[in-house]
């Protein structure tokens, strides 16, 4: 089983760009899908981007579509989230997640969670 680490998150303004990073231990990174979520205060967790583990066909939620974009360099054990136009209304605790199976992945359900990185955008 892998372990995730977030990293990237800071205060940023609104209208700049920033890029999450989560690196995952273990020899088995390349063979997890990969998940981004993100938790506003007070809100429930929403679900924001996924990608398999050969990167093709990523996922990309409506209300971020077009503005982030999921990667992942499979040789450094690492998942992105590109986060560009940033909004006051994306700050929140952004979590990684890593599970073996994509179709599940994609339905929100995943196996392993970081411990998450906070984005806070000011207007």
């Known amino acids: 089983q892998v372990q995730l680490v977030e990293s990237g998150g800071g205060l940023v303004q609104a209208g700049t760009s920033l890029r999450l990073s989560c690196t995952a231990s273990g020899r088995t990174f390349s063979s997890y899908a990969m998940g981004w979520f993100r938790q506003a205060p007070g809100k429930e967790r929403e679900f924001v981007a996924a990608?398999?583990?050969?990167?093709?066909?990523?996922y990309v939620a409506d209300s971020v579509k077009g503005r982030f974009t999921i990667s992942r360099d499979n040789a450094k054990n690492t998942v992105y989230l590109q986060m560009n136009s940033l909004k006051p209304e994306d700050t929140a605790v952004y979590y990684c997640?890593?599970?073996?199976?994509?179709?599940?992945?994609?339905?929100?359900?995943?196996?392993?969670w970081g411990q998450g990185t906070l984005v806070t955008v000011s207007s």
């Open positions: 997640a890593a599970d073996p199976l994509y179709g599940r992945a994609l339905r929100g359900n995943f196996e392993v």
């Open positions: 990608i398999s583990w050969t990167g093709t066909s990523p």
